[in-house]
């Protein structure tokens, strides 16, 4: 059952070219445990061995097996609500998240499902697992995160929901790529309407 959720939805990241052959990660909260994609695993082709229970606060043998982003799936179950964490590298919104400090979306999908999602690390260096602290506080505000050149952290009480807002961040990127190369590429003396 739960295998099957992380497989869905690993699944439909990668096929949707959200996430690369080895890149992101998801977890679940079970209580004071959490269940997250195992370090370097494939999310378009998840199996058993593939899926680590761990704690959300103590360490066990499991620990080292599992995702290099821990710290901050850790961070997020310590400071807020939610049961289901998806991080992933959507292009588009990695693409924006190199040169705004704040991604608006301009479709109305966008914009009443996720809002205004801030970019953070700015001027640090992010590393698999940094930033777990300043990630885990602003998801307290907001459904989903962007780290500035690396990739989304969403929430929600499913993975399907956090799954949904990172889908969801890419589109009103891509439209907002779109649009912005449709503005640069009118020509300087074509005729205004
Ligand atoms: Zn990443």
Redesign the pocket.
């Known amino acids: 059952m739960i295998l099957s959720q992380f497989q869905t939805v690993g699944h439909d990241l990668f096929t949707k070219g959200l996430v690369s052959s080895h ?3 998801l977890s679940i909260r079970l209580g004071e445990r959490l269940i997250i994609t195992r370090r370097t695993s494939r999310l378009g082709c998840l199996g058993e061995s593939d899926i680590i229970e761990t704690g959300i606060n103590k360490n066990d043998r499991n620990t080292p097996l599992a995702s290099t ?1 821990l710290a901050v799936h850790r961070a997020i179950y310590g400071e807020t609500t939610a049961s289901a964490v998806v ?3 959507p292009p588009h919104a990695v693409a924006l998240s190199l040169t705004e400090t704040e991604i608006v979306p301009i479709d109305t999908e966008g914009l009443s499902l996720i809002g205004k999602v801030p970019v953070l690390g700015w001027n640090m260096e992010v590393k ?1 697992g940094g930033l777990a602290d300043i990630i885990a506080q602003a998801l307290k505000k907001h459904r989903i995160v962007m780290v500035h050149g ?2 989304s952290f969403a929430t929600g009480q499913l993975l399907e929901e956090a799954h949904n807002c990172t889908a969801t961040l890419e589109e009103s990127c891509q439209v907002i790529c779109l649009l912005k190369s449709l503005r640069e590429g009118v020509p300087k003396n074509a005729p205004k309407k």
């Open positions: 890149s992101g990660n982003e991080h992933a590298h698999p690396h990739g």
